[in-house]
Nanobody, 120 residues
Framework: QVQLVESGGGLVQAGDSLRLSCAAS????TGWFRQAPGKEREFVAS????????TYADFVKGRFTISRDGAKNTVFLQMNSLKADDTAVYYC?????????????????WGQGTQVTVSS
């Protein structure tokens, strides 16, 4: 069973930055999703097994960066220029495949989520 542990969420002001971390018990293609109150969960970013390929949702391009520390099996989501609309629970997900994916149905394992709140 794969375990994913997210950390790094919190309360920040608009324009601030946060870095989320996802520690996995192995190496997988990994994605970040988010779910705002009253909304469906949506794709944010994904990184391939070896970290050479990344995919982003249009609404985070240029502001968020996904990266991987292979030695520690940890994936990061650096979030800059945060907006109130970025407020959500952020979930880390892993898939038993090497390449990135944007559909949540393609992910096999999920973390419990970490809350990010951005005040305007």
């Amino acid at each position: 069973q794969v375990q994913l542990v997210e950390s790094g969420g919190g309360l920040v002001q608009a324009g601030d930055s946060l870095r989320l971390s996802c520690a996995a018990s192995g190496r997988y293609a990994t994605g970040w999703f988010r779910q705002a109150p009253g909304k469906e969960r949506e794709f944010v970013a994904s990184i391939s097994w070896f970290g050479g390929s990344t995919t982003y949702a249009d609404f985070v391009k240029g502001r968020f960066t996904i990266s991987r520390d292979g030695a520690k099996n940890t994936v990061f989501l650096q979030m800059n220029s945060l907006k109130a609309d970025d407020t959500a629970v952020y979930y880390c997900a892993a898939r038993s495949a090497a390449v990135t994916a944007t559909r949540e149905g393609l992910y096999d394992y999920w973390g419990q989520g970490t809350q990010v709140t951005v005040s305007s």
